[in-house]
């Protein structure tokens, strides 16, 4: 089940609601990684409170670990996890892509030794839909082949990139067949592919739509592409998909790269960014980024940002009255070099609080009609660097 | 400050209220350990939540990590931490003897290199009030050396450990000589030693008595000796310990080790266990502990403990009405397995939650005068095993 309204649209922004069969989602929305069940280092409750509406889960990493026959027993991921709200799950694809010279790709899907325990797998368009259901996300993705950006050095040729992105879409065909033969509830999203060819973005974009699928996802980019060269499909391929159904931007990207997605029509974003930037200390804030492992917060009494809301900058006060949290940069600087487990914890929950508010601030802005002039506003604060 | 009422007692043991600089502590009570300003892998928000009421610091890892630069510039360690309630402080004795050959003990004090940066360092008594003065902490300890239960396999003798516990009480009269000039408002607990010698123990205990000081501590135990050794100094000291003055037995132990101390009329407790036997998958419940990384726990869909009302096992309730947590061994066993950090996060809070639960019942059955018959029973559900 999936239901999309556009409620608003500013320029090629769009402000939307979605509904899935585990609530609502308004968008535009980043939704936090989960890749083994779990967002690293937040608790579940910790997610409610920031508003996260909308969780990733990994099909390849749970497929391998805990397995299939122990999500089945909880009824999938959401009982196993304790996750009530909607779950997006890739198909793997992009993982078995990432294992490099360690799969073989064919016609029929993705041969590739298990990192785990080196068991010999086949992840096919129909598996990676067998095991989404057994998942049961809101949000199936097809199984696609990543196009790489250059391999051992070399840029993908147009030919190579065509290749790719046309197996994508047989692949893409017989994941709704198989999605449909299994009864699956959910939604299936299509994925366009064509490397950085903008013409092979549109052939991919036209034929997916064809399939009438009730959402898409472009892929195949932050594969370790320029910047430029990513905003230029950005720019180009969202525009392209249907208007009246949702679209998502996959493995993107920076807060700025996420503005400039809204701007270009993009409703779904995620990224492990927030959570693994945290756990090196580096932090996200309204002006700018912080490296928190830098000496000169080795004194400092201040927030992160004090203009920020989350769990570590201002805290929060119990029922009984007690004040907890509101943590200077001496501490998280202390803790970081301790190697104290707190510190990726109240980082993660600040870079995360960071990404699900700035997108909180872009709805509103959408919402009162005023989306262009807060992107001015939002990219000179952060262009001005940290106090 | 300190005042200490004994509200109630049954056989030895004591239900007291213990009002420091910080707050009121009910005792008997558990005091969750944060050696380096951080509860291991812990939210503050949480401690407070799970009624901790006291925790403690460690004077000797604070020393080196942040400095005392630092925490002077938070105008103490409940400042740096971000922790309102009562704080303990060691007096660093304990760390400096445990690095073994690399220090060298002298009437003056302890010469040591610093594990951190390899700095020439000298912990005395006067060193120590001065750090724990900075940290201002509501209960300081006196600068003591902990007598160990054997050297290279060779038990302590009673000269050696008469020499020893010697040292220790000229310490402590040179701890409060310098509290005093420091004039500190807090209130320094002497530190019992005398190895495994009941006559030893009661020379110090006496000696130390004269010197009229706030509280007192058993020093020197859950040092490498066999259990039952531990249980006969425990069986000793308190009891020959000023009746109107709080007692606290250092570094220990066991749910059932805290019990037996409770009995024994202590009041104060401190241990990693709950915290490092967390990190390591092992958790306590009402009916005994659970290795979570044991397979069996692969797919079960039960809570560690099903009487236990933590957030592990029984989650919570959002205003909103979003339930999150109480999770399933099932998953914690599959945290465990991937090294992701909700696995310790979640033990954690669950190991302590246990301890200080228990002590919170300790405490009730105190007040109800049924203290002995809550003991058999909890000994029984303990060793029943957990199914």
């Not at 990432?98 to 790709?105: A, Y």
């Not at 487990?341 to 919402?367: K, Q, V």
Request: with cysteine; charged share 25%.
């Amino acid at each position: 089940m999936l239901q999309f309204d556009l409620l608003r649209t500013e320029g090629a922004a769009r402000r939307g609601r979605l509904r899935l069969n585990h609530g609502v989602v308004e968008t535009p929305i980043f939704m936090p990684v989960g890749t083994y069940g779990t967002v690293k280092g937040v608790m579940p409750r910790d997610l409610h409170a920031m508003g996260a509406q909308i969780i990733l889960g990994n099909t390849f990493h749970l497929w391998l670990r805990p397995g299939l026959e122990v999500i089945r027993g909880f009824g999938g991921l959401h009982g196993f996890e304790g996750w009530t709200k909607p779950m997006l799950t890739d198909s793997g694809g992009f993982q078995v892509w990432s294992l490099g010279k360690m799969r073989k790709i064919s016609e029929e899907g993705v041969r590739f030794a298990s990192p785990v325990n080196g068991d010999r797998l086949l992840l096919t368009p129909e598996v990676s839909m067998q095991i989404q259901t057994v998942l049961d996300s809101d949000i199936v993705m097809q199984f696609d082949e990543c196009t790489p950006y250059e391999t051992d050095g070399v840029l993908t040729t147009e030919k190579q990139a065509r290749a790719s992105m046309a197996l994508s879409l047989r692949w893409a065909k017989r994941s709704q067949a198989e999605f449909a033969r299994l009864g699956n509830r959910n939604a299936l999203f299509g994925i366009v592919q064509g490397g950085m060819y903008e013409n092979l973005r549109e052939e991919s974009a036209a034929a997916l739509a064809e399939l009438d699928l009730p959402g898409y996802a472009i892929g195949g980019v932050s594969v370790g592409e320029p910047k430029d060269e990513m905003r230029r499909i950005v720019a180009h391929t969202p525009q392209r998909l249907p208007a009246h159904k949702p679209r998502y931007l996959m493995g993107v990207g920076t807060p700025e790269d996420l503005v400039e997605g809204v701007a270009q029509g993009v409703d779904l974003f995620d990224c492990v960014m927030p959570t693994r930037n945290a756990r090196n200390g580096h932090l996200f804030t309204r002006f700018g980024d912080l490296k928190i492992r830098n000496a000169r917060h080795k004194t400092d009494p201040r927030p992160i940002d004090p203009s920020c809301r989350c769990q570590a900058c201002a805290g929060s006060t119990a029922a009984d009255g007690t004040v907890s949290g509101g943590f200077s940069r001496a501490y998280l600087h202390h803790l970081d070099r301790c190697g104290e487990m707190l510190g990726p914890m109240l980082a993660s929950i600040h870079n995360l609080h960071f990404y699900l508010n700035l997108m909180r601030e872009i709805r509103e802005a959408l919402d009162a009609g005023r989306f262009a002039a807060w992107r001015v506003g939002f990219l000179a604060d952060r262009a001005r660097g940290v106090d």
